[in-house]
Nanobody, 118 residues
């Protein structure tokens, strides 16, 4: 069982930047892949970015070139650096950890609100 806590959300103007953090309760990156998802009101939750145990990353087309997912193994923390933010990026952002060998074993964070508005 892994607990995840997101932080770093808030209100930012279009074109601004935010860095989200997802802190895990223990060291997991060798056996779990990490992902950032987001869900806007009235919309389905969508995948934003992933990073696997080997450090390989993938991004949704909508955020490529603007967002960067990374991790700090010593701090058991994964980050999502968000630049050039747009109003359509407004959503609750969730961190997910999923076991690489047992995909049914996964955990979600509580979510952090990101609002991009003037």
């Amino acid at each position: 069982q892994v607990q995840l806590v997101e932080s770093g959300g808030g209100l930012v103007q279009p074109g601004g930047s935010l860095r989200l953090s997802c802190a895990a309760s223990r060291s997991i990156f060798s056996t779990y892949y990490m992902g950032w998802f987001r869900q806007a009101p009235g919309k389905q939750r969508e995948l934003v970015a992933t990073i696997n145990s080997g450090g390989s990353t993938d991004y949704a087309d909508s955020v490529k070139g603007r967002f960067t997912i990374s991790r700090d193994n010593a701090k058991n923390t994964v980050y999502l650096q968000m630049n050039s933010l747009k109003p359509e990026d407004t959503a609750v952002y969730y961190c997910k950890a999923q076991h690489t060998a047992f995909p049914r074993v996964f955990s979600w964070g509580q979510g952090t609100q990101v609002t991009v508005s003037s």
